[in-house]
């Protein structure tokens, strides 16, 4: 297995939000998301809100040992506090990477019980293990025995053949019973046979009522909701009867959303008091990226929905769209984007747009 370099290892900020009994406040969380939650995304998040929990992408256990470990877990201290997202079955290897995640920094390790895709079902992955929960108990038990850091468990409410609430109950307690005190719940059933993973995040329909049962059931077990939530208001609701939320596409597509976070959910002021200001913070790290031979079009497609909605937001996205695949594009192609978007006149104008 690989070993690791200390100076592979990010160094640790201070400034951790924290639950002091379940590790990293997950009262509100930003879901890991296949291509879309890569450092790049997750640099731009963290200048918009300080404490939203975000999340790798899914990475496989046999790409950390077999593979490169310390590209697969490259991150810079800024986006702390973040949770590495494990995709896998066997215990041993589960366990070797849940210590990668420790010693490169992270404040989480989540294991993925929720994919359907027939390339990781194959390999024992994601969202069929919801039908073998013993053997997802047992990967959980030697990952708590082998890091301090909090394990987790992202899962979808059931799968086909296994879609009964016992069957969900069964799952829930068969897990906790090996150590896990943190269930993140897609509310939705993974139609393994016939669907394909994107009709899977909008085709079986939400059954919000189940997570909620799941908290009054286990209420010593800490429960995140996941699905479909898009709003604030959405967000209030659900926390009237779980732990926290967790936002996926909607926290991708619309990043500014997030400036709204940090007051709304935590009780303090977010970084950022506009959209240019959240741009521009970023800058500094895509130079950095540029310098070590990263393509300008790698990052700057985690920047397409900054401008969501505001005048100048479309003729932003187009030029990025027309000019960063260019060989030698740089930081100049982001500045000229930029500048095709009013500026408003007080920034404090523009924060206060954040979704209520």
Request: aromatic fraction near 8%; proline fraction near 6%; include cysteine.
């Amino acid at each position: 297995m690989s070993t690791i370099s200390t100076t592979d290892i990010p160094e640790q900020t201070a400034e951790r939000p924290t639950d002091t009994h379940f590790g990293p406040s997950r009262r509100f969380c930003v879901a890991p998301m296949m291509d879309w939650t890569t450092s790049h995304y997750r640099y731009l998040a963290r200048q918009l809100s300080r404490h939203a929990l975000l999340y790798t992408e899914m990475v496989t256990t046999g790409a950390l040992i077999h593979g490169d470990t310390a590209r697969f877990l490259r991150h810079e201290p800024a986006e702390y506090p973040l949770a590495l997202q494990l995709g896998g079955s066997n215990p041993q290897e589960l366990a070797h990477c849940a210590a990668l995640a420790e010693q490169y920094g992270f404040d989480e390790v989540n294991l993925n019980v929720g994919c359907p895709s027939d390339r990781v079902q194959n390999n024992m992955i994601g969202a069929c293990l919801m039908g073998h929960p013993d053997k997802v108990a047992e990967g959980v038990e030697a990952m708590i025995n082998t890091t301090r850091l909090p394990v987790t468990v992202k899962h979808r409410i059931g799968i086909d053949g296994r879609e009964s609430w016992e069957d969900l109950c069964e799952f829930i307690e068969k897990v906790s019973q090996a150590g896990c005190r943190t269930f993140i719940v897609h509310a939705r059933i993974a139609v393994l046979e016939g669907l394909s993973p994107k009709e899977n995040r909008d085709i079986p329909p939400l059954k919000y009522d189940w997570v909620y049962r799941l908290k009054a059931r286990y209420p010593h077990l800490e429960i995140i909701i996941n699905g479909g939530i898009k709003t604030f208001d959405e967000c209030r609701q659900h926390l009237e009867h779980t732990d926290g939320v967790m936002l996926g596409r909607e926290a991708y597509h619309n990043p500014w959303l997030l400036a709204g976070v940090d007051n709304e959910f935590f009780g303090a002021p977010g970084p950022a008091q506009s959209r240019h200001d959240a741009l521009r913070a970023v800058l500094p790290f895509i130079q950095d990226e540029l310098d070590r031979g990263v393509y300008l079009s790698h990052m700057s497609r985690h920047l397409m929905g900054l401008f969501h909605g505001q005048p100048g937001g479309r003729q932003f996205r187009r030029y990025i769209s027309e000019n960063a695949h260019k060989p030698g594009s740089g930081i100049e192609v982001i500045e000229q984007a930029m500048a095709r978007v009013p500026e408003p006149a007080s920034s404090l104008t523009d924060a206060s747009t954040a979704p209520a």
